[in-house]
T-cell receptor, first 112, second 114 residues
Framework: LAKTTQPISMDSYEGQEVNITCSHNNIATNDYITWYQQFPSQGPRFIIQGYKTKVTNEVASLFIPADRKSSTLSLPRVSLSDTAVYYCLEPQGSSNTGKLIFGQGTTLQVKP | EAGVAQSPRYKIIEKRQSVAFWCNPISGHATLYWYQQILGQGPKLLIQFQNNGVVDDSQLPKDRFSAERLKGVDSTLKIQPAKLEDSAVYLC????????????FGEGSWLTVV
């Protein structure tokens, strides 16, 4: 079973900032939180991961508070092409044999 | 850098027939995964290899599914006999050892069982 909880769906409009929050109340001390994005008819792709505080790359920002029981993926100024399913993941197992267990993800629909 | 290659891209078979999917991971990636994704759901891990050894196959329906990675590179996933509920996308992914958070997926093989 997935160890994270996130909303099933979200709607937004072009140009808005979208924040998707994920709960991971029992995150292990050494675990990172990882987010993947999946477009229709494609496999998921890695977008960002973090341990605590804030991480930013060209695609998104990830905010993780000090207690690490949740995280928020922030997509600035979304466009129609950001319509996708976003998965919040916590790896299960050791760092060498860890596996990613996907939940249902959050389906983001960006409207014009 | 070439990504994860999968074939065939699409396959339609009748129930009780067999089907095989092939995967070529990214060069140098020792870990290979097969996921099953049913429409509207997240990917479900079927089997994980490290080199040519099985790390986890707890979710693989072994009465009808089999997978191998004989030389530690390419992998084949077979379903025999297929059932209607096997209709799904079969995703292959690969990663470097110790980089389990960052795995790279192929485009998937779409299976329809009629």
């Amino acid at each position: 079973l997935a160890k994270t909880t996130q909303p099933i769906s979200m709607d937004s409009y072009e140009g808005q900032e979208v924040n998707i929050t994920c709960s991971h109340n029992n995150i292990a001390t050494n675990d990172y939180i990882t987010w993947y994005q999946q477009f229709p008819s494609q496999g998921p792709r890695f977008i960002i991961q973090g341990y605590k505080t804030k991480v930013t790359n060209e695609v998104a920002s990830l905010f993780i508070p000090a207690d690490r029981k949740s995280s928020t993926l922030s997509l600035p100024r979304v466009s129609l092409s950001d319509t996708a399913v976003y998965y919040c993941l916590e790896p299960q197992g050791s760092s060498n044999t860890g596996k990613l267990i996907f939940g249902q993800g959050t389906t983001l629909q960006v409207k014009p | 850098e070439a990504g994860v290659a999968q074939s065939p891209r699409y396959k339609i078979i009748e129930k009780r027939q067999s089907v095989a999917f092939w995967c070529n991971p990214i060069s140098g990636h020792a870990t290979l995964y097969w996921y099953q994704q049913i429409l509207g759901q997240g990917p479900k891990l079927l089997i994980q290899f490290q080199n040519n050894g099985v790390v986890d196959d707890s979710q693989l329906p072994k009465d009808r599914f089999s997978a191998e990675r004989l030389k530690g590179v390419d992998s084949t996933l077979k379903i025999q006999p297929a059932k209607l509920e096997d209709s799904a996308v079969y995703l292959c992914a690969s990663s470097l050892v110790g980089s389990g958070n960052t795995i790279y997926f192929g485009e998937g093989s779409w299976l329809t069982v009629v």
